[in-house]
């Protein structure tokens, strides 16, 4: 059974940092897409950025194109999102996702993963 965690969320200043974290279980690492995805309050869930397993390929939304960085520990067991020069609109709900699938390119469309995590709060203010 495939259980992802996430946290690291928490409120910081216009400007500011956080990591994010999603412990992974029972998850075929070798092959397969991983992803960060986030939902504001009245807006549909959004791609962030996506992790190729087996060959380390990254995908980044615009939005967030050279402030966020995916990556992963392998021995960990853990896909992290580093996040800097936070913004007001970055605040959301941020989910871990991952399928096993092997895709030519990880997409950042959310019904291409089958498993998701619980979500961690992220609240960024001016």
């Known amino acids: 059974q495939v259980q992802l965690v996430e946290s690291g969320g928490g409120s910081v200043q216009d400007g500011g940092s956080l990591t994010l974290s999603c412990a992974t279980s029972?998850?075929?690492?070798?092959?397969?897409?991983m992803g960060w995805f986030r939902q504001a309050p009245g807006k549909e869930r959004e791609g962030v950025a996506t992790y190729r397993t087996r060959d380390d390929s990254t995908i980044y939304a615009d939005s967030v194109k050279g402030r966020f960085t995916i990556s992963q520990e392998k021995e960990k067991n853990t896909l992290t999102l580093r996040m800097n020069s936070l913004k007001p609109e970055d605040t959301a709900v941020y989910y871990c996702?991952?399928?096993?699938?092997?895709?030519?390119?990880?997409?950042?469309?959310?019904?291409?993963?089958?498993?998701w995590g619980q979500g961690t709060q992220v609240t960024v203010s001016s």
């Open positions: 996702a991952a399928v096993n699938l092997n895709w030519a390119a990880c997409p950042l469309n959310e019904a291409a993963y089958n498993y």
């Open positions: 029972g998850y075929t690492y070798s092959r397969g897409c």
